[in-house]
């Protein structure tokens, strides 16, 4: 009823730039968070940024604070992570979500050093 895919993971040198999306289906988000978690191999999953589907407030981990930028297109109903300045330990898979209760399959995201 509810469908998230990522798309936009990939290799790339650290340094380099990344735009992550997810494309959202089967319903309208008036008034939920959308956002991305992370994990890595052998670690927890972890919050990276969120926004609110109704509206354009933002946060974001500290971690990714000045490098990544979330943002949404509501007539698209899609959600994008710019990624910019990456690094090594950005490496992970990337999960779209909504309120933390709709999940995408993932996206890899590989930074080499």
């Known amino acids: 009823q509810v469908q998230l895919v990522e798309s936009g993971g990939g290799l790339v040198q650290a340094g380099g730039s990344l735009r992550l999306s997810c494309a959202a289906s089967?319903?309208?988000?008036?008034?939920?968070?959308m956002g991305w978690f992370r994990q890595a191999p052998g670690k927890e999953r972890e919050f990276v940024a969120r926004?609110?589907?109704?509206?354009?407030?933002?946060y974001y981990a500290d971690s990714v604070k000045g490098r990544f930028t979330i943002s949404k297109d509501n007539a698209k109903n899609t959600l994008y992570l710019q990624m910019n300045s990456l690094k090594p330990e950005d490496t992970a898979v990337y999960y779209c979500n909504v309120n933390q209760q709709y999940w995408g399959q993932g996206t890899q995201v590989t930074v080499s050093s």
């Open positions: 089967g319903r309208t988000f008036e008034n939920y968070f």
């Open positions: 926004i609110i589907w109704r509206g354009d407030s933002t």
